[in-house]
């Protein structure tokens, strides 16, 4: 029986960075498929004790405009966000944005990403100055896929609560899709 060699570190650590960024896409269809099936008064119509659609959405957007923004200056700023209103509550300029979002992630290369440090500013309490720590790029995929989850999973019980058939796996965590499935 032959044996194949174990891939290199770095080739394991650039197919760790091509499934995140992976992730990220996968998150960004889904958006793009919420976007297919809402028109534009669901879309900007708050719920009951929730925000809007729209709202969600422009958070998510700004989350990865803030990522883009720090691989030009080595830090990303999660607070500096445009919280640009008519994404929220224009179908049209949320598609825009979307779409740009989408391209601009396809842009990315992991050979280019992989093992890069980066630093990272957030605010994390209303009465402290923001905190910086020390990050990886891959970590902040991650948490641009964690977070696009958690936002992609409020607006399905929106949209549920409003009787809209989504598919069964909008909006879930890789890790619930798996536990699902055995």
Known sequence: MKTSKAPSA???DVEHTESLLAGCRQCL???QELLQLVDADVFARAAENCSSIGAHLRHVLDRFQSFFNGLQSDCIDYDERRRDASIEANLEAANFALTTTVRRMREL????LQGRAIAIRESVHAETPPTCLDSTIERE???LVTHTT???ALIAVILRQQGMALDSHFGKAPSTI???QS
């Open 178 to 180: 798996r536990h699902e």
């Open 141 to 143: 995929l991650m948490a």
């Open 109 to 112: 290369s992991a050979n280019d």
């Open 10 to 12: 770095s080739m394991q």
């Open 29 to 31: 269809g889904q958006c």
């Open 150 to 152: 958690h936002h992609l």
